[in-house]
Every structure is written in structure tokens, then in C-alpha cells.
């Protein structure tokens, strides 16, 4: 008798998805109307450090990763961390202005479960806030996701307290699902979270 896989249903997922995405060729950049959304590269580091130092105060409820000793140290790791994501099928892309300078955010997708369903989420730099940078972002990005990978729904899970986030997925033409109760846990306490989603033939 063969052993039971070990890995499971959500494993031989994400070996699919990750296989999907490969052959699919997700472009590691595109443009928006306004913006230019790509692939991190590691000298980004600069201008990943001064956009989260300049948000600190609005990101840390939500992103505890982006707290008040957030250091240089901190985006260089992250940066040399996310490349290897990219073949794990975790695709975190820098918003940036058409030119390409000044990183305005992130957005980016991830694999939940066993289902052909991804997370997308984001975070935009405080001085930028309240000009469509995250709908754009954010609907530029399920675009090419489902015309490129073997996705059928999107979703985008923000906790109940982070009303940006949330008029953002409103923005985008996202669908109100529901309230999960205790779904996310930031800063050691459980948040209620509101679940928005996109499918195929909603853009």
C-alpha cells in the first residue's frame, strides 16, 4: 500500500497553479492608465523604505509588517524574499507612476486553496491616497490575472475596521460577500473581515 501524500489536495494546487502561471507568462509588468505596475527589483529598496516610513501611522493597524522600527534592513529582506515567491506562485508587484520613479504602493496575489481562487491584495503610500491609485492598481491587476492564469475568482478580504480598503474594492467593481467572523488576526487580536470578490466577466 502506497503512503497517503503527505502534502495534500492544497499542495498538488498550488503545483498546478505555479505550473499555469509559468505557461501562462503573467507579465511581470503592465500599464495602467496612470500607472506603471511591475516586479519588484532588489534596488528598490530605497524607495520601498521611504514609502512605508512615510505610512506607518495609516498601514500598521492593517499590515503589521509596516510597524514603527520598520528599517532599510527590513525592505532589503523582503525584497530578496519575494523574488523566489514569484515560483511559489505568490506575485507581489510595486505600483508605480508611469515614469517608473516614485513607488506610490503594492499589489499583489496569492493562492488560498484548492480551488482555481486567488487573494489579491494591496497598500498605498499615505501622501498618494484618495487618487484611484489602489482601484486602478487593483483592476489592472484582476485583468490580466484572469486572462493569463487559470483563475475563476479573485478575492480581496480586508478587515472590517480598514474602510479604505474596502471603498477601494467597491471602486473596483468587486462583489460584497459577507462578513467572516474572526477571520484575520492583527496585532494578537481576531478581526471580523469583510470578503469582496471578482469572476470571470466581471471586468
Known amino acids: 500500500m502506497e503512503p497517503a501524500n503527505r502534502h495534500g489536495a492544497l499542495y498538488d494546487f498550488r503545483v498546478q497553479l505555479m505550473t499555469n502561471l509559468v505557461s ?3 507579465p ?3 500599464e495602467t492608465g496612470n500607472l506603471l505596475v511591475r516586479r519588484y527589483r532588489l534596488d528598490d529598496d530605497d524607495a520601498l523604505y521611504g514609502a512605508a516610513r512615510a505610512s506607518i501611522a495609516e498601514i500598521h493597524p492593517f499590515l503589521p509588517w509596516c510597524h514603527p522600527d520598520y528599517a532599510m534592513t527590513d525592505a532589503r529582506e523582503w525584497l530578496a524574499q519575494i523574488t523566489p515567491s514569484w515560483v511559489e506562485g505568490i506575485y507581489t508587484f510595486g505600483i508605480f507612476d508611469r515614469s517608473g520613479r516614485d513607488l506610490l504602493g503594492s499589489v499583489g496575489l496569492s493562492p488560498v486553496d484548492e480551488h482555481p481562487v ?21 483592476v489592472g491587476l ?3 490575472a484572469f486572462a493569463h492564469l487559470d483563475l475563476q475568482r479573485i478575492e480581496i478580504i480586508m478587515s472590517v475596521r480598514n ?11 468587486a462583489t460584497f460577500e459577507g462578513t467572516l467572523r474572526s477571520r484575520l488576526m ?3 487580536e481576531a478581526h471580523d473581515a469583510h470578503c ?4 470571470r466577466g466581471d471586468l
Open 24 to 26: 501562462s507568462g503573467l
Open 118 to 138: 486567488t487573494n489579491l491584495g494591496y497598500w498605498i503610500r499615505s501622501d498618494v491616497t484618495r487618487r484611484g491609485v489602489a482601484t486602478e492598481a487593483t
Open 196 to 199: 469582496f470578490s471578482l469572476v
Open 142 to 144: 484582476a485583468r490580466h
Open 28 to 30: 511581470t509588468e503592465f
Open 186 to 188: 492583527l496585532h494578537g
Open 163 to 173: 474602510l479604505p480598503s474596502r471603498r477601494v474594492a467597491e471602486k473596483a467593481g
